[in-house]
């Protein structure tokens, strides 16, 4: 299916499967991007099979990304709210992003999309109808700059996600800085996202914080999360929560996850543990 000079489906130029094709006329750039990465992943997951590894990133994380990428509005992209600083170290991170060092990760309302059957069914998750009104919980406000303004990259070879953060005003615990438990919303989203990129389906089983200095609301700070240790289903992490020029030490984080297993539901996983 593949060749030097990229695949007959290929759609656009510098794709990052096969960066020489040509994009074809009256395409969209991002459509062409999903439909060449489809036919990569239906290549190598149906040699691995699903929820396996590739390059020490799971095959299902991928598949669920694409499937958000489709039919959802990413929230991770810059908006009118983002400050300067927030803007400059979103642009720093995406400049690395050209050589493949680091991946842009995109955000949405909600974790796995419905082409997850054996998730949706192993887990007991609600319906399609039901989830419709439900929402991740870090993005829970469609007004911009009010609750959490974050964007995530990965770094696949160091196994490792950093999240750019910025708390706004409903965010607010001792007046003028973040409430805790939004510090550790953000330090978990990060830390299963690293998790989830590297192991595949993971749910949080400890998170342990120690807060160091609070975060002022609209400052922006970079939490830097990494996997330390995988022992069998079990994925060992650690994160630290700095402000952008690394000098203040906001909060640091040591965190289990549980790589979880579709022929058991969750409660019967969990309590094992």
């Not at 990465?37 to 598949?63: E, M, P």
Request: aromatic fraction near 10%; glycine fraction near 8%; hydrophobic fraction near 35%.
């Amino acid at each position: 299916m593949f060749s030097k000079r990229g695949c007959s489906h290929c759609t656009f130029q510098n794709c990052p499967v096969r960066p020489y094709a040509k994009r074809k006329p009256n395409t969209k750039q991002a459509d062409c991007i999903y439909d060449c990465l489809d036919l990569w992943l239906v290549k190598w997951a149906g040699l691995l099979g699903d929820g396996h590894q590739l390059h020490g990133i799971s095959t299902f994380s991928f598949q669920t990304w694409l499937s958000q990428a489709r039919q959802s509005k990413d929230y991770a992209l810059p908006n009118s709210s983002w400050s300067q600083g927030m803007m400059d170290l979103y642009s720093r991170f995406l400049e690395m992003c050209k050589d493949g060092t680091w991946k842009r990760i995109p955000s949405y309302t909600w974790l796995y999309r419905s082409t997850q059957l054996n998730l949706k069914k192993s887990l007991k998750l609600t319906s399609e109808k039901e989830r419709k009104e439900t929402r991740l919980f870090p993005r829970n406000m469609d007004t911009e700059g009010v609750g959490f303004e974050y964007a995530m990259f990965l770094n696949p070879s160091e196994k490792r996600m950093v999240c750019l953060f910025q708390p706004g005003p409903y965010l607010e615990g001792h007046p003028g800085f973040a409430h805790g438990g939004s510090t550790a919303t953000i330090i978990d989203s990060t830390i299963g996202g690293c998790a989830i990129f590297v192991a595949g389906r993971v749910m949080t089983a400890n998170l342990s914080i120690n807060y160091r200095n609070p975060i002022p609301l609209g400052s922006v700070v970079l939490v830097d999360s990494k996997v330390d240790q995988v022992e069998g289903r079990k994925v060992f992490l650690s994160c630290q929560v700095r402000s952008i020029d690394g000098q203040t030490l906001h909060a640091e984080a040591t965190a289990l996850f549980i790589r979880l297993d579709s022929t058991k539901s969750l409660q019967q996983q969990m309590s094992s543990q």
